[in-house]
């Protein structure tokens, strides 16, 4: 196994975004590490998940994932509601009529759908990313992550105290000195075809050259991984192990709309594109009513980050309340193209095992100099 997975305390190199508990515990109990998607939640939400991973979990580690923005148009929700132009809003609300998406329902529900925050003052800001840490940092996490920039000082020196490995997340190799910098112990390289937050760079250019910037520190490989092949191929490309989200979102366990879990399992990598029309800052998402309307002549520019999560949220939590299906999306990576049924997180796991072993017994016979077979079972399947 790598140094890497030795430090975290897992035996499957793969390590699995989700914003949902229940995958983030099967993955955990089932040799890699769950990491849980938290940018969003609201610190009373994210106690009670944490609370329960700590007893689901037992003794296998987990992560949090926490969004520090490097750049924000600000924190107060009030000033950011005065930053929207009247012309936005006559946009959103011509959409609405347009797309047939009614008011929000006013009774207390879930605190997030459709990927947004449900509460007005949970958005991507940095006073609510302060309030998630302060809830993290009291719970046996073994580590976190900070996307959209490195970790601010204070998190990087309470991690170390509490002996939390903090990993940054980088799409462009430039950046890998500035997680230096912050002192992470861990960087995700993660490129293009990645599902949320995502760069220019492709993974297979975008890993070695992270990994070449990065030194001693230990780089994980993520953006269009679904498979054990392709894990085999991040680490020959010099990764310590993978950061995967796309291929959890249609698990069984995964919380996701069922709506959305059949768009996910028919969807060709080209049904995902890149959008900034939910929270300003380019995303890539699956293809629905809402991103092909963002890219009409008619539309505006969208927003900054977070005044075009506060514009955008009441349309899309509307649209999964009513069912609105054309509008109902997630984000997503290319990697929904390798990924063709609802499963088990389990039954992942286990394909992504064999398929690592499949892959190392090809390359094997490959250096024995038998290459006859190589490829054999892949070439097989894409036949099918
Ligand atoms: C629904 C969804 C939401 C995501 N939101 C975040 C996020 O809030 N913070 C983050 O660091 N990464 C986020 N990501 C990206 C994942 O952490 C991961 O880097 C990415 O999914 C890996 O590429 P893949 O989708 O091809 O597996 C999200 C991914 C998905 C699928």
Redesign the pocket.
Known sequence: MTPLCRRVGIDLPVIA?S?CRDVVAAVSRGGGLG?L?A??MSPDDLEQDLAWLDRECGRSPYGV?L?FPAKSAGDDPTDLLAQIPAGHQDFVAGLRTRLGIPLRRSEPGRTRLG?MPTEIDHLMTHANAYALWEVVRAHPVRLV?S??GPPPAPVRAAATKLDMLVAG?VGDPRHVRHQLAAGVDVI?A?GY?????TGEITSMVLVPQVVAAAGEVPVVA?????TGRQVVAALALGAQAV???????ATAESDLDPVVKDKIVTAAATDTAKTTSYTGKPTRQLTTAWTQAWRQPDAPAPLASPVQQLLARDAVVSSFEHQVTPVMG??????VGLVDRVRSVASVLDDLRTGMADAVGDLTALADGDASDVGGDAAARAGD
């Open positions: 975004f914003h990491v998607g940018a969003s994932d969004l990927g992550a996307a959209l997340l995700v993660q075809e990645a599902a949320g937050h993520a953006g269009g991984i679904a950061w995967t989200g796309s291929i959890w979102l997630s984000a997503a990576g290319q990697a």
